[in-house]
Every structure is written in structure tokens, then in C-alpha cells.
């Protein structure tokens, strides 16, 4: 049976790489799991389900052969499933994570209950996706055993919540395992997370720019080229809110000011060409730091280095600029 304190031996840092659409694949999961970080895909990504079955039997059978190979305990993957019954692989994707048992499962959209109880039937963990303290609750009520908190500033379909007040709010009332969500993407970023609360942090636009990324080039270095001034928040392209590039929606000939004005016809938008996620690209509002393309351990091993080096500044400052008067 899985556990959040039985996968913490195995993690190099307490990142899950978040599940990103059209761009996550089996290998990046694969090369963020040999690096000590939770690699994740949506189940969507594989165009069918019987790709999706191999997807997740290559995924299975290379972090065995990395762990025989060096004797390591590669980190836990994740499967991301869309609960809604929209989802017309509903059925036969549940089923397939019934057969080849992922160990984390990240539950989006809709009820969680049935992925919970075919999960925990072989002792693997759910992770539920939640934009507020409604939904949170909600996910808790149907037996979820983390929440994954999507706040403002998180790439793709983020939240509206300031990530510390949302947080603060959760913990008031959980103290199972919590992800936080929205513009982290430094080592310091991930140790504030910690010391606010969360058990782990979501990095998505970070990883983008990966070499192992499905991502175009010119995502990528759009990505590097941009800041947080170039994102908009807008439910323009699908009817939910969502952090976008603005060069990209420029590139599409799109005007800004008329994505004020609200949501766009989808039939519109296919009359014109413009095809959300594949010419309108999503981002988060930590992108600024961003300022190359480099291979998944690479930017794993940055990180590591960040984070520690934050940790042990972290002591220093607050005692060189504050002084007790107890």
C-alpha cells in the first residue's frame, strides 16, 4: 500500500512534474522518475486506449530496468484521469489503470469516488485536482487521499485563490497529503511551499521547455522569451479559465481586446483555424525565470542544488535581520 511517507525515501525532491496536456509522454515520466521527482501524463495524450495500455506497460517495465540496473528506487509515476463522464474513454481507460496499476492516480474534473475504490484496491493513491475549498472538501467527502491545490498563477486551467491563503484555509481543516500549485519553478520556490504547509509542489511550465518535452520549439522559446506580463487569464478558448501566452494568441491573429469581452464560439474559432493548446499555448505566471531548454536532469539537478543552498540560507536570514525579544 502506497503512502505519502512511503514514497518520501524515494524522492529526490518533492515534485510531482505536473500532467500536461499534449506535451507530457512516457519518457518524460520515465527520465523525472530515474531523477527522483514524480513524473506525470494525462491518459488523453495517448490517442487511444490501447496506446495508452502500451504507454503505460513501456513506463512499468523501464523504471524496472533502471531500478535492476542500478539498484535505485526510482519515484513513483502518475496517471492523470478525467472523472467527468465527458470523457468517452471513461470506461475503458479506468479499467486500464484497474489492470497495470499506476501508483499515484491524479483525479480531474467530476466524481472521484469510482477511481478511489478501484485504486485503493490495489493499493495505489489518489490525488484530486481542486480549484477551492468546495471542491476540496468534496474530494475529501469521496475518499481522495490528497489534494492537489490549482491556484492562481498555474499553468493551463489554474485557479482564482492566492496559493498561501488557499493553503491556510485547507489546512484548517485536512492534514492528509497536499500539492501546491501556481507559479513555482525555483528551488525556493518549493522550500516556501514546504514551510507554508504543502507535502509537495506542482511544477508544469518549468518542464515544458525539457528536451523530452512534446512541446514545438517555438513553444519552448516563447516560453524563455516571455515573463509573467505575457500571460492572460481567460475563458476566451474553452469556456474555463486558463492561463495563456499572449504572444501565441497575437501569432493566431487573435485581438486582446477582444477576448475581454468573454468566451468565443468554438465554432467560431475552428472557422478560423485556431485550435486551443495546439496554436494557443498555455503557461503559468512562474515562467520569468525560465531562460533555457535543457534536458530533464538538468534542470532536476539545478533545482536540487537551489533548494538546498535555500535551506541552509534560510536560517541565516532570519536571524542576521531579526532579533528575539523574548
Known amino acids: 500500500m502506497y503512502s505519502l511517507e512511503s514514497i518520501k525515501p524515494q524522492l529526490k525532491l518533492p515534485i510531482i512534474i505536473a500532467p500536461m496536456f499534449l506535451i507530457s509522454n512516457p519518457n518524460m515520466v520515465i527520465k523525472s522518475c530515474e531523477q527522483g521527482v514524480i513524473g506525470s501524463f494525462p491518459a488523453l495524450n495517448a490517442r487511444t486506449n490501447a496506446e495508452l495500455i502500451n504507454w503505460m506497460r ?14 535505485e528506487n526510482p519515484a513513483p509515476w502518475a496517471i492523470n484521469f478525467i472523472c467527468h463522464r465527458t470523457n468517452k474513454r471513461y470506461e475503458e481507460d479506468l479499467q486500464a ?13 467530476g466524481d472521484p469516488s469510482p477511481v478511489v475504490k478501484i485504486v485503493h484496491a490495489y493499493g495505489g493513491l489518489v490525488f484530486s485536482d481542486v480549484i477551492n475549498v468546495s471542491f476540496a472538501k468534496k ?20 485557479g ?19 500539492v501546491l500549485a ?3 519553478s525555483e528551488g525556493k520556490d518549493i522550500l516556501a511551499a514546504q514551510v507554508l504547509g504543502a507535502d509537495l509542489v506542482y511544477m508544469g511550465s518549468k518542464f515544458i521547455v525539457a528536451e523530452e518535452s512534446d512541446a514545438e520549439d517555438e513553444y519552448k522559446q516563447m516560453i524563455i522569451d516571455s515573463s509573467i506580463e505575457d500571460i492572460i487569464y481567460t475563458n476566451y478558448f474553452s469556456g474555463i ?5 499572449i504572444p501565441s494568441i497575437e501569432n493566431a491573429g487573435i485581438d486582446l481586446v477582444e477576448i475581454k469581452n468573454g468566451m468565443k464560439d468554438k465554432n467560431e474559432l475552428k472557422r478560423i483555424g485556431v485550435r486551443t493548446w495546439k496554436d494557443i499555448w498555455g503557461a503559468g505566471q512562474g515562467i520569468g525565470p525560465i531562460q533555457k531548454i535543457e534536458q530533464i536532469e538538468e ?3 539545478e533545482l536540487t542544488v537551489t533548494y538546498h543552498d535555500e535551506a541552509k540560507d534560510l536560517g541565516k536570514k532570519w536571524r542576521g535581520n531579526y532579533v528575539s525579544k523574548s
Open 299 to 301: 534542470i532536476i539537478n
Open 160 to 178: 482564482e485563490l492566492n496559493p498561501i491563503s488557499f493553503l491556510n484555509e485547507v489546512r484548517s481543516f485536512w492534514d492528509g497529503p497536499v
Open 182 to 184: 501556481g507559479g513555482i
Open 58 to 71: 513501456y513506463i512499468k517495465s523501464e523504471l524496472n530496468e533502471f531500478q535492476k540496473r542500478t539498484e
Open 97 to 109: 489503470i484497474s489492470e497495470l496499476q499506476p501508483p499515484i492516480v491524479i483525479t480531474s474534473l
Open 139 to 158: 474530494a475529501i467527502e469521496k475518499g481522495t487521499d490528497g489534494l492537489i491545490l490549482v491556484s492562481a498563477g498555474a499553468g493551463g486551467h489554474g
Open 241 to 245: 479559465s486558463a492561463n495563456y501566452l
